[in-house]
């Protein structure tokens, strides 16, 4: 898009702030969308307004102005900032842990033990070295699930990967890479390893027929207890850090 259409979604950018929305708002135009869509993204707090191609921006703004009670209350329902901050509970594998300074300067960096998360070193960097180090458990300890359940089947996995997706929590390559959402590691441990064998079981199977999810419940039998939990605490997952 360019010249006056550029421009156009400018200004109707522009004239959404003044809606006063409590939430940035993305504006995009699909090919494929039939009608005007709207939802609160919850992982990032946004507003996404899609529109038709052929729709003007400006309807989209009269749209937008008339449900801005309905984004309210979304936005009102989602759960707070967890920063991770010094005082702030965080649960690993569903495990409650209070994060807490360490004074010990020869500690290390950051260390998990007695449901604490204790970080040492520079304050400025208090909460980065916390994300970085959680980053990196749920990479060990998603590979290493992946490997156990990956040889119950008799396969292997080529690699292991974590990233903040937000549309997914798993996703499985034809070449047997495996990559998940870090957050994970928030979840309990019976919703982590669903979503683990669930893309393991695509090693075998890359489709989600009955074969396939047949593997799943031979890896983890309670996988419609962990998609439940996953629906009703997405939100929540998002919220840390």
């Known amino acids: ?3 006056r259409g550029e421009w156009q979604f400018e200004e109707i950018l522009r004239q959404a702030v003044a809606l006063d929305l409590g939430a940035p708002l993305r504006l995009r135009v699909s090919p494929r969308a039939r009608r005007i869509m709207l939802r609160v993204d919850a992982a990032v707090r946004a507003v996404d307004l899609v529109l038709p191609r052929g729709v003007s921006p400006r309807i989209g703004l009269a749209f937008l102005a008339e449900k801005r009670q309905w984004i309210a209350a979304r936005l009102e329902a989602l759960p707070l900032r967890a920063p991770f901050s010094e005082g702030a509970v965080v649960p690993l594998l569903g495990v409650p842990h209070r994060v807490t300074r360490e004074r010990d ?3 290390p960096p950051v260390a998990i033990g007695a449901g604490e ?3 040492s070193g520079d304050p400025a ?3 980065r070295r916390v994300r970085d180090h959680l980053i990196a458990l749920a990479r060990s300890t998603l590979a290493a699930r ?3 359940l990956a040889a119950r089947l008799g396969r292997e996995v080529a690699r292991v990967g974590v990233r903040d997706t937000r549309s997914r929590w798993g996703s499985c390559s034809a070449r047997a890479s495996l990559s998940f959402s870090w957050r994970l590691i928030f ?3 019976p919703v982590l390893d669903y979503v683990v064998a669930h ?5 075998v199977e890359m489709n989600h027929g009955p074969r396939f999810w047949h593997l799943v419940d031979s890896l983890a039998p309670q996988g419609d207890a962990a998609r439940a939990w996953l629906r009703r605490h997405r939100t929540r997952l998002f919220s840390y850090g």
Not at 199 to 203: M, P, R, S
Request: hydrophobic share 55%; net charge negative.
């Open 105 to 107: 300067a020869l500690a």
């Open 117 to 119: 998360i204790r970080v």
């Open 146 to 148: 992946a490997a156990e």
């Open 187 to 189: 979840a309990p441990q």
């Open 125 to 127: 960097q208090f909460e």
């Open 199 to 203: 893309e393991v079981a695509h090693l």
């Open 1 to 3: 898009m360019g010249g």
